[in-house]
Nanobody, 127 residues
Framework: VQLQASGGGLVQAGDSLRLACAASGRTFSSYVMGWFRQAPGKEREFVAAISRSGVSITYYADSVKGRFTISRDNAKNMVYLQMNSLKPEDTAVYCC????????????????????WGQGTQVTVSS
């Protein structure tokens, strides 16, 4: 599956953004989808993930829990990341990732679990 993220931009602290990730392929519904981010000088970190279709299990990093929401639209082959109450520390390049699985309850938080990566989109939050 090929992935393309969009929706990043420059916003002020407290603002909201919605990132979108378009996926190619006919089996999108069988993929666990996730978002990772990488800030300058820092390691890539997990942000959020959602299980494959059938059971909408989501998981979030503690740093974004309560502020970010991941969702998917299988009819459109899209996954979204709604980001509210943005903070300067959310500044990073955000990438969407995918992993095909037959496990309806699987949600992956480790980078090495994913084998499909898209190009990132820059999110910059000014104070």
């Amino acid at each position: 599956v090929q992935l393309q993220a969009s929706g990043g931009g420059l916003v002020q602290a407290g603002d909201s953004l919605r990132l979108a990730c378009a996926a190619s392929g006919r089996t999108f519904s069988s993929y666990v989808m996730g978002w990772f981010r990488q800030a300058p000088g820092k390691e890539r970190e997990f942000v959020a993930a959602i299980s494959r279709s059938g059971v909408s299990i989501t998981y979030y990093a503690d740093s974004v829990k309560g502020r970010f929401t991941i969702s998917r639209d299988n009819a459109k082959n899209m996954v979204y990341l709604q980001m509210n109450s943005l903070k300067p520390e959310d500044t990073a390049v955000y990438c969407c990732v995918a992993k095909s699985t037959g496990n309806y309850k699987a949600v992956y938080t480790q980078i090495q679990s994913y084998d499909n990566w898209g190009q990132g989109t820059q999110v910059t939050v000014s104070s």
